[in-house]
């Protein structure tokens, strides 16, 4: 099983940034995907999600508005368009998939995710 992150970077404040999560060693269509992050010194945080079919989103009240997840089954991939930075969206950004059994929500607990990427950088500052 393998989630491959890629397209952080260093960018200002304001600009833009499309993160993408390469699967590949499961049934991808099969698993919920999220987007989280984590800061130094904070805790992993969820970023957005999106259900296995891609017909519901999710995002956290802090990107709502300027980030978009999008998937796409057939290319086995996930992206996380990132508009509107700011420099406290600097973090590690994982991507993860998670197989639900139950409920119709994506899943906003880290520990409940099954595989996960190496993580990418994102830095937003002038």
């Known amino acids: 099983v393998q989630l491959v992150e890629s397209g952080g970077g260093l960018v200002q404040p304001g600009g833009s940034l499309r993160l993408s999560c390469a699967a590949s060693?499961?049934?991808?269509?099969?698993?919920?995907m999220g987007w989280f992050r984590q800061a130094p010194g904070k805790e992993r945080e969820f970023v957005a999600g999106?259900?296995?079919?891609?017909?519901?989103?999710y995002y956290a009240d802090s990107v709502k508005g300027r980030f978009t997840i999008s998937r796409d089954n057939a290319k086995v991939t996930v992206w996380l368009q990132m508009n509107s930075l700011k420099p406290e969206d600097t973090a590690v950004y994982y991507c993860?998939?998670?197989?639900?059994?139950?409920?119709?929500?994506?899943?906003?607990?880290?520990?409940?995710?099954?595989?996960w990427g190496q993580g990418t950088q994102v830095t937003v500052s002038s």
């Open positions: 993860a998939a998670h197989r639900r059994y139950y409920g119709n929500y994506v899943s906003k607990t880290a520990n409940e995710y099954d595989y």
């Open positions: 060693g499961f049934t991808f269509s099969a698993y919920d």
């Open positions: 999106i259900t296995r079919s891609g017909s519901n989103l």
